[in-house]
């Protein structure tokens, strides 16, 4: 039995659900008090997890002053990703932050710095980097069976544009779709899991010019079509559902990016990496983080898309030429099997959760707040180039990037004004 650690969750809407589905699987990890500013919401949530209402709090600044929290989990909406992660550092607490780290470099700049001079434990949500792709990937990388890498792809294109009947447009949150709230979309939402993989197992190269382009062009709907013709009722998103980019690092790799969640096209590739001696090649950037988090069946009943696959292709140690499928969720199935450390390589909260504990250290951990903030860079890369029609240098993004984030809020309980200082 492991220490035991007491959190609090900031925003109990979508995404809490999958955080609370995995803190089942760590006991250890006791979730004590929780926030949201949507009081029926909260109270639905306190009932379902069966917290008392003296643990469930309209405004998280008055539960942040109990003395018995150890660490804090955010799920709020990204544009408030910066202004609650700070203040939570600044009260004192370790924090686990819900994807992107924020909507601009700027704002992830300002997290990833509180948390460094605050001394304080920050995770961000990159399921995508505890995956076994991901993980065999590294490990092929690092025996140097790749050669030289020049070049790789970041891709994945799905193609969202009729809406489903029970949910919003695509099945997107409200929080997803307005401007005011996500910042952007699928580049810096999908995207993070896409990139931030990528930046990873490249070694997180750095920047060295970001040409890029967003779109806002396909109609998928509106959360209101429903009670009217749900096929007539289309409009664009308050933010890009595709964004595309070509990057170039100071060590001379390449990098494409085509991220999209309403394409008219059906198959468009998927992400691959290749080096003067062999090449990696997914079947679907896996982002799912692993069973816990998605209640995946036993390996025989998945459904074929959510069975990713990692192909290599080139030589063998005898110089034939050979194409192999590592099977990643076999292999995570029987690693975890054989030694039940390995969980916390397949699972971010479980990660954090030994981060917090000392199992593992700022140095044998995945630094996500880097990872996080590499990937911003690029995404902030393409935003940048996309609105002046130029390519654009890591020292330019740097330099234009600004907050967008949501540093007054209007809310039931009159306005809550964050501070961006520490
Ligand atoms: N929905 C998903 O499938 C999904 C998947 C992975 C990551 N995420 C990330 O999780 C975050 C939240 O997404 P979501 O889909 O859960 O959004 P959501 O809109 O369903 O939930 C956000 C919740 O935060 C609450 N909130 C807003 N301001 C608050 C405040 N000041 N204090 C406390 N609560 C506040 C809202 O009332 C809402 O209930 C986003 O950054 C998103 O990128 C979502």
């Known amino acids: 039995m492991g220490k035991s650690v007491r959190i609090a969750i900031i925003g109990t809407g979508t995404i809490s659900h999958r955080h ?46 109990r003395d018995d929290i150890d ?12 202004p609650i992660a700070l203040y939570v550092m600044k009260a004192g607490y370790d924090c686990y932050l819900e994807k992107p780290m924020s909507a601009t470099y700027y704002d992830s ?46 891709s994945e294109t799905l193609w969202r544009r009729r809406p489903h009947v029970d949910r919003s447009a695509a099945g997107l949150s409200e929080s997803y779709q307005d401007k005011a709230m996500a910042g952007h979309g699928v580049l810096i939402d999908t995207g993070i899991y896409h990139i931030g993989q990528m930046l990873f197992l490249l070694g997180l190269p750095e920047v060295d010019v970001v040409l890029g382009k967003l779109h ?56 691959y990496i290749t080096g003067s001696r062999g090449g990696l090649q997914y079947s679907i950037p896996d982002a ?28 063998d140690e005898f110089g034939f030429a050979v194409t192999t499928d590592y099977r990643p969720y ?18 971010n909260q479980q990660h954090w959760y030994n981060y917090l504990t000392g199992v593992l250290t700022e140095e044998t951990r995945y630094d996500t707040p880097l990872i996080a903030l590499k990937t911003s860079l690029l995404s902030e890369g393409i ?30 309980w009159g306005t809550f004004d964050y501070d961006a200082t520490f």
């Open 216 to 271: 806002q062009k396909v109609h998928i709907g509106n959360p209101d079509w429903a009670d009217s013709n749900q096929y007539a009722v289309h409009r664009p998103m308050g933010v890009e559902e595709m964004g595309v980019g070509f990057a170039v690092f100071k060590n001379g790799l390449s990098l494409e990016i085509c991220e999209a969640n309403a394409t008219n096209v059906s198959e468009a590739g998927h992400s």
């Open 288 to 315: 799912f983080g692993g069973d816990w988090s998605m209640g995946m069946p036993p390996f025989g009943q998945l459904p074929e898309v959510i069975r990713p696959t990692l192909t290599y292709t080139g030589l």
């Open 330 to 347: 076999e292999n995570m199935q029987d690693l975890k099997h054989y030694d039940p450390l390995m969980t916390q390589w397949f699972d």
């Open 109 to 154: 700049k300002l997290v990833y710095d509180c948390a460094k001079a605050t001394g304080r434990k920050l995770a961000v949500q990159i399921s995508s980097l505890f995956s076994a792709q991901t993980l065999i990937a590294k490990k092929l990388i690092d025996a140097g069976k790749l050669g030289e890498i020049y070049h790789a792809r970041v």
């Open 20 to 65: 609370m589905k995995v803190w089942s699987h760590i006991p250890e990890a006791k979730i004590v008090a929780a926030a949201d500013i949507n009081e029926s919401v909260l109270k639905k949530w306190g009932e379902q997890y069966h917290l008392p209402e003296k643990d469930l709090y309209t405004d998280f600044r008055e539960m942040l002053k």
């Open 71 to 82: 660490a804090v989990d955010v799920c709020v909406f990204n544009n408030l990703h910066a």
């Open 383 to 412: 935003v940048l180039s996309s609105e002046r029609g130029t390519a654009i240098t890591a020292e330019e993004i740097k330099a234009l990037s600004k907050s967008d984030a949501m540093w007054h809020q209007q809310t039931p």
